[in-house]
Structure formats: structure tokens, C-alpha cells
């Protein structure tokens, strides 16, 4: 069984949520930190002054990575996109948007803001770094604002690799889709080259395995041998999905349209409903519809808030959706499109209505599965 992400706070109105392997990583870094590279560096301390400095650093570090994820989805919010969440993993963070950008100029601005983030980041630490040697002579402060300032310059340079799913990766696309005009083809190349590099990092993993020195060399390919594994995990993620959506834009909807499982009459009872549709019919929407006309789709779960004592007062028409142009897509319609559609109508389901407006058939996400690849 798979656990779900932890949340752990609210940032912006977006839900921050840490993974179960980011735990580990976390307290491997303040070990690190704490027993390996400050007492190198920093003599004379008590072991606990330590440990609080490897804590404030792991958490001053990991706010960074949560720092350059908010980059991304404050300008993606900006760009129209709607937030999912951000989660930090054993390998740093991800923002997660309800779908992909509409536009080569919106892609390439949401990629670029997390390493803009990260440069501002070690600029800032940099600065710090400075006033700590010069205005303070602090040695432990000198030392924590170092390691940082470096941290967040190696993660946005390592960010910027042109593959994907890395920032770089995504501008890549970016700059191949306004070229080409392809967003498809864009993306096959950006996860190609993103498959390269994760192939990259395995292989200079393990050759820094085999040559290393200290155990230090040993962690450090190891390391690399991991996030390598991992971007290859991913990219092969998504070039399955980048597939299934593919073959969802060659399929129309009439291939895969259903009856509808009940045409409803906007004059019918709520009560009549519950008795007579829903027992026959294990449905959560049903199309309202006179003489085959779309009126409206009705769902199921929004009668829960319908008191009992007025179901033989209520007509289907007071409670049902209205009918707008999420409601219903056309026959020769791609997948894909219909996938959108249904995903983002808040009904999971549409009518399917012919060039002279009659329903024809219908279409819900379950439909579309295990097919439809997340948008």
C-alpha cells in the first residue's frame, strides 16, 4: 500500500505535504552537517551546539527547496493554473499543477522561477555569508551561510540540466514548442534528453564508486547513482503517459461513448428519482434532458443536501447543473479533449450531443480509465 504525503502546513492557500522518504533524508542531513562538516571546520564546541546548528541548517536548507517549489506555483497561479500542492520527497520538491501549461511563454516562465528563486537564494545567503565574516566575525554563522549559499547555487545549476522532468528540461520544451509549434513532439525530446542525463548520473555514479578514496567519494556517487535512478524512474513515467495520451488523441469519442444510463425530464421528482432511476441505474449523474435536448446533467451526490421531507415537492430542474458548454462534447471529439473536459467540469461527465444538438450518447471518466494519464 502506498502512504499518502503528510501535510504539514498551508502556504499561499496551496497545501504543503512532505513524503514519508523525505523523513530519512532529513535526518541524515543533520547528521551530516552536524558530525561531519561543521566539527571539520568548526573546533572547540560542545557536541549539542552542533546538533543545534546541523538543525538549523537541514531546516534553513529544506526551506530553501520549499522556497524554490513556491516560485513555480505562485507563477504558474499567475499564469492561470490551479494548484494542486507541493510536496518535498527524498530528492527535493515538486509542485504539483492541475495541468500542463497553455502556452510555450507560460511553460518556459513557470520552469525558470524555481531556479530564479534558488540564485536568489544564494545571493541572499551569500550576503549574509559576508556580513557574518566582516560585521560580526561569526565562525559558525560564516559557515552556515557558506554551505547554504552553495547549496542553493549547485541546486539551481543542477535544475537548469536541459531534461526532463528538470526545470531545464521543461524550458527546453519550452524553446522546442514555440519553435515547432508541437507540444508534443517538444516534450518526446525533452523526456528523450531527460533519459540521458539520468543515464549520465548513473554511470559517473558508479565510476566515482569505483574510484572513490574516502567515504565521502563512496556517499557522493552513491548519491548520484540515486537521483539517477530516480529522474530515470520518472522520465520513463512520463513517456508512458506522454503514450497513453497520444493514443487518447487518435481515439474519437464515439469509439468509446456509452448510452446514457437514464434520460431524466426536468419536470421529474427528486422522489421519483430515488425510487425508480436509482435503483436500476448505479449512476452518480444522469443527463435531464426533453425530447432529447440537453437541459442540464443532474449528480447524484448533491441530493444529500435535500431534506427527505421535500423530495415529492422538487423537480429535477431546481437541483440539476444547468447546461453550459462543459456539459457536453461531439462525437468525433479526441479523447484527450473529452479527458479535459470531464476533468475540469466538476461533474466527471458529459452529454455527447450530434451536429444538430441531440444526445447521442454519453461519457464519464470511468469511461477513460486506467487509460487517461493525469493532466
Do not use: C, K
Amino acid at each position: 500500500m502506498r502512504l499518502r504525503p503528510i501535510q504539514i502546513a498551508t502556504l499561499f492557500r496551496i497545501p504543503i505535504r512532505v513524503s514519508y522518504g523525505w523523513i530519512p533524508v532529513v535526518v541524515l542531513h543533520v547528521y551530516a552537517v552536524s558530525v561531519f562538516y561543521l566539527p571539520r571546520h568548526l573546533h572547540g564546541f560542545h557536541p549539542l551546539a552542533y546538533w543545534a546548528l546541523g538543525g538549523i541548517t537541514t531546516l534553513l536548507l529544506f526551506l530553501s527547496v520549499l522556497g524554490h517549489e513556491v516560485g513555480h506555483a505562485l507563477v504558474a497561479r499567475a499564469e492561470g493554473l490551479r494548484i494542486s500542492d507541493i510536496t518535498l520527497h527524498l530528492f527535493g520538491g515538486l509542485a504539483r499543477f492541475e495541468h500542463e501549461a497553455h502556452t510555450p511563454g507560460a511553460e518556459f516562465r513557470i520552469a525558470v522561477a524555481g531556479p530564479s528563486a534558488s540564485f536568489l537564494y544564494a545571493v541572499a545567503f551569500f550576503l549574509l555569508n559576508q556580513v557574518s565574516i566582516h560585521l560580526f566575525d561569526s565562525r559558525p554563522a560564516a559557515l552556515i551561510t557558506n554551505y547554504l549559499a552553495l547549496s542553493n547555487l549547485i541546486l539551481a545549476l543542477f535544475n537548469l540540466l536541459p531534461g526532463f522532468p528538470l526545470d531545464g528540461g521543461r524550458i527546453f520544451r519550452a524553446w522546442l514548442w514555440a519553435r515547432w509549434g508541437d507540444y508534443w513532439r517538444a516534450s518526446r525530446w525533452a523526456i528523450g534528453v531527460g533519459q540521458g542525463i539520468a543515464y549520465l548520473l548513473i554511470g559517473l555514479g558508479i565510476v566515482w564508486v569505483l574510484r572513490a578514496r574516502t567515504s565521502a567519494d563512496i556517499f557522493a556517487g552513491a548519491w548520484s547513482i540515486l537521483i539517477g535512478i530516480f529522474l530515470r524512474d520518472v522520465t520513463e513515467t512520463s513517456r508512458l503517459s506522454l503514450a497513453r495520451v497520444e493514443q487518447m488523441r487518435r481515439i474519437r469519442v464515439a469509439d468509446v461513448m456509452t448510452a446514457p444510463p437514464a434520460l431524466l425530464p426536468p419536470e421529474m421528482t427528486i422522489e421519483e428519482v430515488v425510487s425508480r432511476v436509482l435503483p436500476a441505474h448505479r449512476s452518480r449523474t444522469f443527463p435531464v434532458s426533453r425530447d432529447r435536448r440537453l437541459h442540464g446533467i443532474l449528480l447524484v451526490p448533491s441530493l444529500h443536501a435535500l431534506p427527505r421531507e421535500r423530495w415529492a415537492q422538487t423537480t429535477v430542474r431546481e437541483v440539476m447543473w444547468p447546461v453550459s458548454p462543459a456539459m457536453f462534447v461531439h462525437p468525433e471529439t479526441s479523447l484527450w479533449d473529452a479527458h479535459r473536459v470531464l476533468r475540469g467540469n466538476g461533474l466527471g461527465a458529459s452529454a455527447v450531443l450530434d451536429a444538430e444538438g441531440y444526445i447521442v450518447g454519453y461519457l464519464t471518466l470511468e469511461d477513460l480509465r486506467p487509460e487517461a494519464p493525469p493532466s
